[in-house]
């Protein structure tokens, strides 16, 4: 099925380790984003992407980092886990809609459940 | 840089009655977009409805609406005939408009507000 998919969908790290959320797309989307959910928040933007081989900063960029090689996959890295990056995170492309909802259509990934021991 | 602010953190309504969910923004641009998303338990993301601030007439969709104020920099959620399957978070977003040229990307959320439906 067309849309964002997410992988791993729960993970449980050891501070300090590496690991890289992924996320790919097969719509086309020239646009691809990265946010993070903790509790009692909305989404916050981390990173985002506006084609192959651009990239740049969110809001809370600090121990992430991405890089967008191809128009399909943007993976997200945590370089060191600390235990203030356990949180929900989401993938997101856009596109353009049509009908009712005419103009950008934003896709959502499913979430990826992050947990830093 | 963007703010969104939803000032309610939690709304309680009586099933079939009508609810309205507030949401501010703060922007310099022109040109952007708004968008309601409903968060159930599982976490999906749900597109509720979205406005083009370049379009005068409010978004419908179905028994949602919105007040789109573009001056006051307001854009409240209007649900009627509340039913229990519209119980969750929802929140409010801004993305500028990509195509107008230039600067940053990304959606600007809210903190959400939990929305109860009492049967």
């Known amino acids: 099925n067309a849309g964002v998919t997410q992988t791993p969908k729960f993970q449980v790290l050891k501070t300090g380790q590496s690991m890289t959320l992924q996320c790919a797309q097969d719509?086309?989307?020239?646009?691809m984003s990265w946010y993070r959910q903790d509790p009692g928040m909305g989404l916050r933007l981390i990173h985002y992407?506006?084609?192959?081989?651009?990239?740049d900063q969110g809001e809370v960029p600090n121990g992430y980092n991405v890089s967008r090689s191809t128009t399909e996959d943007f993976p997200l890295r945590l370089l060191s886990a600390a235990p203030s990056q356990t949180s929900v995170y989401f993938c997101?492309?856009?596109?353009?809609?049509?009908?009712?909802?005419?103009?950008?259509?934003?896709?959502f990934g499913e979430g990826s459940w992050l947990t830093v021991v | 840089a963007q703010t969104v602010t939803q000032s309610q953190p939690e709304m309680s309504v009586q099933e079939a009655e009508t609810v309205t969910l507030s949401c501010t923004y703060d922007?310099?641009?022109?040109?952007?977009?708004l968008f309601w998303y409903k968060q159930p338990p599982s976490r999906q993301m749900i597109l509720v409805i979205r406005?083009?601030?370049?379009?005068?007439q409010n978004a419908t969709e179905n028994r949602f609406s919105v007040n789109f104020q573009k001056a006051a920099k307001s854009f409240s959620l209007k649900i009627s005939d509340s039913q229990l399957g519209d119980a969750a978070m929802y929140f409010c977003?801004?993305?500028?408009?990509?195509?107008?040229?230039?600067?940053?990307?990304?959606?600007?959320f809210g903190k959400g507000t939990h929305l109860i439906i009492q049967p």
């Open positions: 997101a492309s856009t596109g353009s809609g049509g009908g009712i909802l005419s103009g950008n259509t934003i896709y």
């Open positions: 719509m086309n989307h020239e646009y």
């Open positions: 992407s506006v084609g192959a081989g651009i990239t």
């Open positions: 922007t310099s641009e022109s040109d952007y977009y």
């Open positions: 406005q083009e601030a370049y379009k005068q």
């Open positions: 977003a801004y993305r500028r408009n990509p195509y107008s040229g230039g600067g940053a990307d990304g959606l600007t």
